[in-house]
């Protein structure tokens, strides 16, 4: 014999009947104000981008204002194409895989230029090595330029990030070349210097080309997960009725705290991103828009219906608990309490009656079963001094049956060994807040009735079983 029933209720077709739990789970992503938040910080980005692009460019100019004239025109013509590329960019982010391609392209275009225009030194080796006085002239000023770009490159390039130990090895050539020279080996040097000046030219247009295009893509990253954190911040807080505009869900607090671990994940990776210093590489950058910023977004759908489902089922427990009151009030029991455990309304809602006549007491609990929040489990204790086995079975029979009545797949009462938890009759301890649990600020009152927010869909699910 057992002052404990319980009795195994499946919500889940009953919640899926309610549209007004769909809607409540779709993510809100029509946020104008937001996106043009979004898409201005983008703006300022890239604008910010092409500004500092410009300085480190005039500065790599200036560097190479000692170049000769024939090589000054080659890196004047790839310096001209690298700031066309910069200006691109700031016309807009959706065209920055076609502009990279096509300023690849010029690059290369440049090299090969850049090697023609230097051919006919080549083709007069031969003879300058024969004339001491010219050969040295020629060599001595390839290898002044070949020595003016290496200094232009490590002193205004971040050539270690994009090109690490590229110039050191050219360094190591140019070293080389220089003792050449002093040996008075110069018409032998001359191609050794010329290659070495093509090969520091190269690395010039190559370390300004991979620079602005990671400052693109990092501009691309941000913006995607600065998008991210503005639908995360749009949807924390949904509107469950618009009849009912002080009504909130809050997601964070319906999924113990998942929409703040995500929301913290994307500031942290914004952080990061934003900083001038980012470690992260361009593949990394583009992993970010193409992988992480679609999985985030994927992680807040499910919050959000999570978070939907779940205060749902909060409130189909109310709506239970008022229907098995509304039994036992039939019985001859006078509702006398509700409450939440530990005061939280995602946890078992409790509802207390004693008896009109013997002052027997009933408390009905109604606790979420399982982790999916998708159904739940009833409970009714007995505290009686003189218990009857038959009534309480009929008590929570009379109970099962207006549950299916309702449209409720409620299974037959079982037994739970033992009398009930002594306990679970004060209320006051009951729904006192645990250490790290905050009392909701939704949370109703003990002393009164359930309130039946979702009646109207309650009748919709009955009617469609």
Known sequence: MSGAKVISVDAAAWRDAQASARDLAKVRRDMPRLLRQVERAAREDVERVRRETAARQDGTDRALAGLSEQARKLEDETGRRLREHGRRLAEGREQLAEQGERLAAEIARER?????????????????????????????????????????????????????????RLAS?????????????????????????????????????????????????LAALRTVAATVEDNAERPVAEADPGTVLDVDHWTDGGLGELR??????????????????????????????????????ALVERAAERIVASQLRVNVA?????????????????????GDERRAFFSRLRHRADGGEVVVEVAPDGGDGSGFTLRILSYEDDPDEAARRER?????????AEGLHAGDPAEEGGEPDPELRDFAALSRPRPGHERPAAERPGDERPVVKQ???????ADEH
């Open 264 to 301: 913290d994940e994307v500031a942290r990776r914004v952080e990061l991103v934003a900083d001038p210093g980012c470690p992260l590489d361009a593949a990394e950058l583009r992993a970010l828009i193409s992988e992480s910023a679609p999985e985030y977004e994927g992680r807040l759908d």
């Open 396 to 404: 929570s029979m009379a109970v099962s049956r207006a549950l299916r």
């Open 173 to 221: 050539r140019l070293t080389v070349a220089r003792g050449n020279l002093e040996a008075h080996a110069a018409g032998y040097s001359l191609s050794q210097v010329q290659d070495l000046y093509l090969d520091l030219s190269e690395l010039r247009a190559d370390v300004e080309r991979l620079a602005l295009e990671w400052e693109a893509v990092r501009a691309e990253a």
């Open 455 to 461: 009646a109207e869909v309650r009748a919709r699910g």
């Open 112 to 168: 090969a230029e850049r090697r023609a225009g230097l051919a006919a030194v080549d083709a007069r080796v031969g003879e300058l090595r024969g004339e001491s006085d010219a050969a040295a002239a020629t060599a001595r000023r390839l290898f002044e330029d070949a020595r003016t770009m290496h200094d232009a490159i490590r002193d205004t390039l971040p050539h270690d990030r994009f090109a690490p130990g590229r110039l050191d």
């Open 322 to 342: 008022e229907q098995v009151v509304a039994v036992l009030e039939g019985q001859g029991f006078a509702w006398s309490g509700n409450t939440y455990a530990a």
